[in-house]
């Protein structure tokens, strides 16, 4: 059983930066897989970016050169690092993992606006 929470969103203008955290009860060195995905009001659920335990790393076209998705070791998190934030980014960010079984948190919520 892994337990998920994230952290980081708000209110941001556009253009602004956030960054989100994903806090795992188990260390992520056993985290296979990481994604941050997103589901924007009154749309489903999408994939924002992967993360996996051998480095590598891949982002949706709609977000590269603007988020990068990380692991910190330290802190022990799952980041999604969010820059020239647009209208079009607002909703709700959620983290999933697999480990032995794959796992949600309960989301953080992002809303660009001015």
């Known amino acids: 059983q892994v337990h998920l929470v994230e952290s980081g969103g708000g209110l941001v203008q556009p253009g602004g930066s956030l960054t989100l955290s994903c806090a795992a009860s188990?260390?992520?060195?056993?985290?296979?897989?990481a994604s941050w995905y997103r589901q924007p009001p009154g749309k489903q659920r999408e994939l924002v970016a992967n993360?996996?335990?051998?480095?590598?790393?891949h982002s949706q076209a709609f977000v590269k050169g603007r988020f990068l998705i990380s692991r910190n070791n330290a802190k022990n998190t799952i980041d999604l690092q969010m820059n020239n934030l647009k209208p079009e980014d607002t909703a709700i960010y959620y983290c999933?993992?697999?480990?032995?079984?794959?796992?949600w948190g309960q989301g953080t919520q992002v809303t660009v606006s001015s």
């Open positions: 999933w993992v697999y480990s032995s079984g794959q796992y």
């Open positions: 188990v260390s992520i060195s056993r985290i296979g897989v």
């Open positions: 993360t996996w335990n051998n480095g590598n790393t």
